[in-house]
Structures are given as structure tokens and as C-alpha cells.
């Protein structure tokens, strides 16, 4: 990777707490993005292209860097991800359009990641709209979620002439792309700038409106004429283990929360921290404990390095930041006085392989040790919706392990009005941001054939030149 390509490198002594949590990576210059442009061989069936699940078109977007048309490379990626900013910060790149590109092969894949993002900003500085909303069609949609899945289906709705509502139950909209991802990944900013934009095309947003709660699906699925259901996934389950309840014992989703909407200087952190869990939230939770000041910052994960669900990079950066893991070990007992003092562990050693496929770790007898600690983070996934499941199940909607079960190439329920997508629909394999932004896509898609007739979606609203 060229040099000027790599992350800022960090030297907590030298940077104050504002600078630490600035975006890892620099935006790219106009110089160096037009360089790296002229890198690519704008393949003919470009791989990185069938790799991107929203199949941005991305020989065409860096060739217009390359000529100096930033303004139409924008667009050519808006085209196809609405929520491109996002998604150029947080796709996890190396195994998608970057890991397929050609040049891979010699360790330096076009960095297309940070070409969109200069692209995106460039546009989204400038509030250059591309898109207009359609010419009303008389039909109407309500959509549940405002993260990246409902946000995508609400912006090409909008753009075929659909009346649309989103209701949220935050303050904010954007999902976990305003409250989740970590914030010098992706700042709170780019998130609500683009709930801006697709709100700018006639959305409209209905934050801190909790569905089943504040309104009934029934009164949705009765007033509209389809129902896009993207309530992505729920809390931190409990870990059900004796001490939880203690002071000291935090929510992996809350505390990256408060890095995004607090002051930094407010955030309670401990010396000696202990993660528990292995994957997105797990490895964002300690890094930010990192970055925030604790001293020691201990992963604690119930399987090996291998079972994981954390990407590669992910768990690299983490290693880089001096984040460390204690692998084969499962808490059983957080510990102390009134507060948390430790976190009692025992060792395990991995057996047959479970329904995950994946081996199950069985604990070692007489192995229990103490974690010395001041601070637990539980970062072991995210609960499902099982109420609103109960109530979507009333009207039909079935269910495969707790997910919403939808036909994959219309995200549509057992319902025929009812439609969903994002992390509430994906049962296997692994969740991400741009996988959420195409179900709404696909959904949208679905949603105008079955209530219009078939039409041009690609390039459906009209441009703004
Ligand atoms: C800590 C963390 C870090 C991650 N990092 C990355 C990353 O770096 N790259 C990547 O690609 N993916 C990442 N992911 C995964 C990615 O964030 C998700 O796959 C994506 O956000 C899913 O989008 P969604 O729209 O389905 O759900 P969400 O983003 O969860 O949005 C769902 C929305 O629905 C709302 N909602 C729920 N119930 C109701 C209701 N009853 N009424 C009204 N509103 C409701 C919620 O408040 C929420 O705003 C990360 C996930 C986590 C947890
Ligand atoms: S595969 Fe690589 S070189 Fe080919 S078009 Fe895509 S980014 Fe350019």
C-alpha cells in the first residue's frame, strides 16, 4: 500500500482526546486520488464491480476521478448505493470489491474505498443533489427502521413517486450507522448528512415513534399499501452469569453509543477493562477503551482465534491499537465489592462441532483464574425483536431462527404487503452496511412491480445535472 494511503499513525502521547477520535483515515487530496485513479485498468467485467452487493459501477466512477469529473462520479456511485459515503468508510473492502480487484494479486488493489469517499464527500460538501423525487404514483409505503436497510428503500421509493414515512424509534435516525459504528470510522455527521438527503427527496422521517408501541403495525399495514419492516437487531443479550448487575458492568452498544452523541470528556472508562465477546461490537467496545485511556484492555472470547467473528483487519487493528485477547476462556462470575473488582474465567478447549458448525468449547476442569478489572463490557451480539416477531407472525409473516424469512430476490414476507430487509432478515452468513442498503434496493424494486406495474428502477428519478 502506498504510503500516503496508510492510516494517520497513532501516538496517543501526542494527540489529545478530540485528535484521537478523528477519522483513522485521512480523506484522500485531489492529487492523490487522481494518482490512484490512474492506477485502474477499468477492467472490462470488472470483478470489483460483481463483488460490491450494491454493484456500484466502479471502472466508471474512478475513471470520472481520473478525468476530473468528481461531481459525475458521485453520482454514478449514488446511483446504485444511496448511502455510498457510509458504506465507502465502513465496508469491510478487502472482502469485497478490493479483495476482488485484479490487482490484489500483486498487494496493491485500486483503494476504491477512499475513491468513493472522495467522491461522496465531494458531492455532499457541496449539497449537490442528485435526484429528485418522482412524480406521485398515489401510493403509499411506511417504513419501520431508519437505519441503512430503511433509509435505501425509503430513498428509491421516493425516487419512483412513492408518499413515504419512516418511523424510528430514536431520537436520531440512520440505525447503527449513527449510533454503532465506531466514530473514527464514520463520523455522526456523514450518517445524518445522508438521512438529510433522503429526506431532501420527500421522505418523511418520524424519529422517536417506537412501532408496536407508539403506533400498531396494524394501523400501518391498514393505512398504506406495503410495509418495508427494517428494525434491524435488538440490545446486548444478558450473559446470565452471578455479579452482572454490578456497577461497573456496561452494554457494548450504549458505551459505543455515548462516543458518538456525548463529549468525550464526560465518558466514564475504567483502568483495566474487559471485553467479553468476539465480533463488530466487542472489537469497536475495546478500541474505543483504548483510545479513550484505559490502561489495559483484555478481549476475552469463549472460543479460539480461528472461530472468531470479527474480520481479519479488524482484529489486527485492534492488536495495533494494544488491545489484548485471552482466547479459550469463558467468564463465569464477574466479581466484587459494590462494584466490579474481576471477572472470574475458566479455560476451555474446544470440542465437536455445534450447530453453528463451528467447534464448541468445553470448559477445563479446575481451571477458574480472576481477571483483575475495573470495568466489564458485554459485547456478545444483539437480541432479536421476539415481540415484534409475535406480532408480525398474526399477519402471516414467518420466521426462520428468529429472523423474518423473506424470498431473497424481492424481500418480501409470507405477506404479500409486507416486505423486509437488513439484519432482522439475515439468518446466516455475516450482517454489514452495504448488504442492508441493496435489501432495501430490492425491496423497493419488488414493492414498484407489484403496485405500478415493471419500470426502470436503475435510473429512476430524474437526474439533476
Ligand atoms: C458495533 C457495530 C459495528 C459495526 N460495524 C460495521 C462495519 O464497520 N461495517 C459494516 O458493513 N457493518 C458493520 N456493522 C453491521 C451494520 O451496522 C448492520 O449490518 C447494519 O446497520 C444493518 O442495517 P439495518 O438497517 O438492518 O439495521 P440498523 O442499523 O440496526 O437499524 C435498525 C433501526 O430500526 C430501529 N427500530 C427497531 N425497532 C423499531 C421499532 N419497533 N419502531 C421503530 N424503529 C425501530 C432501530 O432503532 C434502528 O435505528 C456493525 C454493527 C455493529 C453492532
Ligand atoms: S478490478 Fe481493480 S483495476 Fe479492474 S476496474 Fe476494478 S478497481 Fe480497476
Same mark, same amino acid.
Given at each position: 500500500?502506498? *504510503?500516503?494511503?496508510?492510516?494517520?499513525?497513532?501516538?496517543?502521547?501526542?494527540?489529545?482526546?478530540?485528535?484521537?477520535?478523528?477519522?483513522?483515515?485521512?480523506? &484522500?487530496?485531489?492529487?492523490?486520488?487522481?494518482?490512484?485513479?490512474?492506477?485502474?485498468?477499468?477492467?472490462?467485467?470488472?470483478?470489483?464491480?460483481?463483488?460490491?452487493?450494491?454493484?456500484?459501477?466502479?471502472?466508471?466512477?474512478?475513471?470520472?476521478?481520473?478525468?476530473?469529473?468528481?461531481?459525475?462520479?458521485?453520482?454514478?456511485?449514488?446511483?446504485?448505493?444511496?448511502?455510498?459515503?457510509?458504506?465507502?468508510?465502513?465496508?469491510?473492502?478487502?472482502? &469485497?470489491?478490493?479483495?476482488?480487484?485484479?490487482?490484489?494479486?500483486?498487494?496493491?488493489?485500486?483503494?476504491?474505498?477512499?475513491?468513493?469517499?472522495?467522491?461522496?464527500?465531494?458531492?455532499?460538501?457541496?449539497?449537490?443533489?442528485?435526484?429528485?423525487?418522482?412524480?406521485?404514483?398515489?401510493?403509499?409505503?411506511?417504513?419501520? !427502521?431508519?437505519?441503512?436497510?430503511?433509509?435505501?428503500?425509503?430513498?428509491?421509493?421516493?425516487? &419512483?413517486?412513492?408518499?413515504?414515512?419512516?418511523?424510528?424509534?430514536?431520537?436520531?435516525?440512520?440505525? &447503527?450507522?449513527?449510533?454503532?459504528?465506531?466514530?473514527?470510522?464514520?463520523?455522526?455527521?456523514?450518517?445524518?448528512?445522508?438521512?438529510?438527503?433522503?429526506?431532501?427527496?420527500?421522505?418523511?422521517?418520524?424519529?422517536?415513534?417506537?412501532?408496536?408501541?407508539?403506533?400498531?403495525?396494524?394501523?400501518?399495514?391498514?393505512?398504506?399499501?406495503?410495509?418495508?419492516?427494517?428494525?434491524?437487531?435488538?440490545?446486548?443479550?444478558?450473559?446470565?452469569?452471578?455479579?452482572?448487575?454490578?456497577?461497573?458492568?456496561?452494554?457494548?452498544?450504549?458505551?459505543?453509543? *455515548?462516543?458518538?452523541?456525548?463529549?468525550?470528556?464526560?465518558?466514564?472508562?475504567?483502568?483495566?477493562?474487559?471485553?467479553?465477546?468476539?465480533?463488530?461490537?466487542?472489537?469497536?467496545?475495546?478500541?474505543?477503551?483504548?483510545?479513550?485511556?484505559?490502561?489495559?484492555?483484555?478481549?476475552?472470547?469463549?472460543?479460539?482465534?480461528?472461530?472468531?467473528?470479527?474480520?481479519?483487519?479488524?482484529?489486527?487493528?485492534?492488536?495495533?491499537?494494544?488491545?489484548?485477547?485471552?482466547?479459550?476462556?469463558?467468564?463465569?462470575?464477574?466479581?466484587?465489592?459494590?462494584?466490579?473488582?474481576?471477572?472470574?474465567?475458566? =479455560?476451555?478447549?474446544?470440542?465437536?462441532?455445534?450447530?453453528?458448525?463451528? =467447534?464448541?468449547?468445553?470448559?477445563?476442569?479446575?481451571?477458574?483464574?480472576?481477571?483483575?478489572?475495573?470495568?466489564?463490557?458485554?459485547?456478545?451480539?444483539?437480541?432479536?425483536?421476539?415481540?415484534?416477531?409475535?406480532?408480525?407472525?398474526?399477519?402471516?409473516?414467518?420466521?426462520?431462527?428468529?429472523?423474518?424469512?423473506?424470498?431473497?430476490?424481492?424481500?418480501?414476507?409470507?405477506?404479500?404487503?409486507?416486505?423486509?430487509?437488513?439484519?432482522?432478515?439475515?439468518?446466516?452468513?455475516?450482517?454489514?452496511?452495504?448488504?442492508?442498503?441493496?435489501?432495501?434496493?430490492?425491496?423497493?424494486?419488488?414493492?414498484?412491480?407489484?403496485?405500478? !406495474?415493471?419500470?426502470?428502477?436503475?435510473?429512476?428519478?430524474?437526474?439533476?445535472?
Amino acid at each position: 500500500m502506498a *504510503e500516503h494511503y496508510k492510516p494517520v499513525k497513532y501516538k496517543a502521547w501526542e494527540m489529545s482526546l478530540e485528535e484521537r477520535f478523528q477519522e483513522v483515515y485521512p480523506p &484522500l487530496s485531489e492529487r492523490d486520488a487522481t494518482v490512484e485513479a490512474n492506477r485502474c485498468l477499468f477492467c472490462y467485467d470488472a470483478p470489483c464491480m460483481d463483488a460490491c452487493p450494491t454493484h456500484i459501477d466502479i471502472p466508471t466512477f474512478i475513471k470520472k476521478i481520473a478525468t476530473g469529473n468528481v461531481k459525475g462520479s458521485a453520482r454514478t456511485i449514488l446511483e446504485s448505493n444511496l448511502l455510498g459515503a457510509t458504506c465507502a468508510r465502513v465496508c469491510p473492502v478487502q472482502e &469485497l470489491c478490493e479483495g476482488a480487484c485484479v490487482l490484489e494479486h500483486d498487494h496493491k488493489p485500486i483503494a476504491i474505498g477512499r475513491l468513493q469517499r472522495y467522491a461522496t464527500d465531494y458531492a455532499i460538501e457541496r449539497n449537490i443533489k442528485f435526484f429528485e423525487k418522482g412524480k406521485p404514483n398515489g401510493k403509499k409505503v411506511a417504513i419501520v !427502521g431508519a437505519g441503512p436497510a430503511g433509509l435505501s428503500c425509503a430513498g428509491e421509493l421516493a425516487k &419512483l413517486g412513492f408518499d413515504v414515512t419512516v418511523y424510528e424509534r430514536q431520537k436520531l435516525a440512520g440505525g &447503527l450507522d449513527t449510533y454503532g459504528i465506531v466514530v473514527f470510522r464514520e463520523p455522526i455527521e456523514v450518517s445524518l448528512r445522508e438521512v438529510k438527503m433522503i429526506e431532501d427527496l420527500g421522505v418523511n422521517v418520524k424519529t422517536g415513534v417506537n412501532v408496536g408501541k407508539d403506533i400498531t403495525f396494524e394501523e400501518l399495514i391498514e393505512k398504506n399499501d406495503a410495509v418495508f419492516v427494517s428494525i434491524g437487531l435488538g440490545d446486548v443479550p444478558n450473559m446470565e452469569i452471578p455479579g452482572e448487575n454490578l456497577p461497573g458492568v456496561h452494554d457494548g452498544l450504549e458505551f459505543i453509543a *455515548e462516543t458518538k452523541t456525548q463529549p468525550l470528556n464526560t465518558i466514564k472508562f475504567g483502568k483495566r477493562v474487559a471485553i467479553i465477546g468476539a465480533g463488530n461490537t466487542a472489537i469497536d467496545a475495546a478500541t474505543i477503551a483504548r483510545r479513550l485511556g484505559a490502561e489495559r484492555v483484555n478481549m476475552i472470547y469463549r472460543r479460539s482465534e480461528a472461530e472468531m467473528t470479527a474480520y481479519h483487519f479488524e482484529y489486527e487493528f485492534a492488536l495495533g491499537e494494544g488491545v489484548s485477547f485471552m482466547f479459550l476462556t469463558q467468564p463465569i462470575e464477574v466479581v466484587g465489592n459494590g462494584r466490579v473488582e474481576g471477572l472470574k474465567c475458566i =479455560r476451555m478447549d474446544l470440542g465437536t462441532p455445534d450447530q453453528s458448525g463451528r =467447534r464448541a468449547p468445553v470448559p477445563v476442569p479446575n481451571s477458574e483464574f480472576i481477571v483483575e478489572c475495573d470495568m466489564v463490557i458485554k459485547a456478545i451480539g444483539q437480541k432479536k425483536h421476539t415481540n415484534v416477531m409475535q406480532k408480525l407472525a398474526t399477519f402471516g409473516v414467518q420466521e426462520t431462527k428468529g429472523y423474518i424469512a423473506v424470498d431473497t430476490t424481492t424481500n418480501r414476507t409470507a405477506n404479500p404487503k409486507i416486505f423486509a430487509g437488513g439484519d432482522c432478515v439475515r439468518s446466516i452468513g455475516e450482517a454489514s452496511t452495504v448488504m442492508a442498503v441493496q435489501d432495501g434496493k430490492i425491496a423497493a424494486r419488488a414493492i414498484h412491480e407489484q403496485l405500478v !406495474g415493471k419500470g426502470e428502477l436503475a435510473h429512476a428519478g430524474k437526474c439533476c445535472k
